[in-house]
Every structure is written in structure tokens, then in C-alpha cells.
Nanobody
Framework: QVRIEESGGGLVQPGGSLRVSCAAS????????MGWYRQTPGKERELVAT???????NYADSVRGRFTISRGNVKNTVYLQMNSLKPEDTAVYYC??????????????WGQGTQVTVSS
């Protein structure tokens, strides 16, 4: 069973920076795309950023230029560096991991979420 662990959320002032981390463990075969999504009460979960196994990245328009997604030297980790944070970035941030369990089976796993609050 793949486990997803997130860390690094918290409270930060507008204009500040924060980094959230995600690690996938017990992956049997390989990890494909990793990403971050976020959700606020009453709204649907939305994409923030993704990174493929080859390093290709994709960002939501609202965060492009302020957030940077990267994968760690250990390939089962992903980071989201968030700079110039705005109050509207306040949300629960979820890690998303697309895993190949074998040559033909893929499955998506979600973390439990980490709260990011941007407020003065």
C-alpha cells in the first residue's frame, strides 16, 4: 500500500514564502506524475502544479511565476516552493501521486492535506 506524507504547511504573512513537501513510500514499481492541488471550503479541488517523471512542469495561471514545483534527489519526493503568497492562496494543499504498480496498472494516491494560511 503506497503511503503519501505531506509536511510544511502553516501560517505566513502576505508576501511571504512557504515550502510544502510530499513523500511517497512503499512504491513497488515507479512513480509517474506528482503534483499539488488545493481546496477551499465550498469549492472544488483545483490543480496548482504538476511535474512529470521527466521533469516537465505545469502550473495554474494563478500561481505561475510565484510557485515552483520540483522533485527531490530521491525521486519519490516532491516540493512546492510558494513565494509572494497572497491571502487567496489560503487553502488545504493536497499531494497527488500517479503510481505504476506494475507494467499495466496505474493508480492515483492523495495525501491527507496540509493547511496553508496566508494572513496578516
Amino acid at each position: 500500500q503506497v503511503r503519501i506524507e505531506e509536511s510544511g504547511g502553516g501560517l505566513v504573512q502576505p508576501g511571504g514564502s512557504l515550502r510544502v513537501s510530499c513523500a511517497a513510500s512503499d512504491v513497488i514499481y515507479s512513480i509517474n506524475t506528482m503534483g499539488w492541488y488545493r481546496q477551499t471550503p465550498g469549492k472544488e479541488r483545483e490543480l496548482v502544479a504538476t511535474i512529470s517523471s521527466s521533469g516537465s512542469t505545469n502550473y495554474a495561471d494563478s500561481v505561475r511565476g510565484r510557485f515552483t514545483i520540483s522533485r527531490g534527489n530521491v525521486k519519490n519526493t516532491v516540493y512546492l516552493q510558494m513565494n509572494s503568497l497572497k491571502p487567496e492562496d489560503t487553502a488545504v494543499y493536497y499531494c497527488n501521486v500517479d503510481v505504476s504498480l506494475n507494467l499495466i496498472t496505474r493508480r492515483v494516491y492523495w495525501g491527507q492535506g496540509t493547511q496553508v494560511t496566508v494572513s496578516s
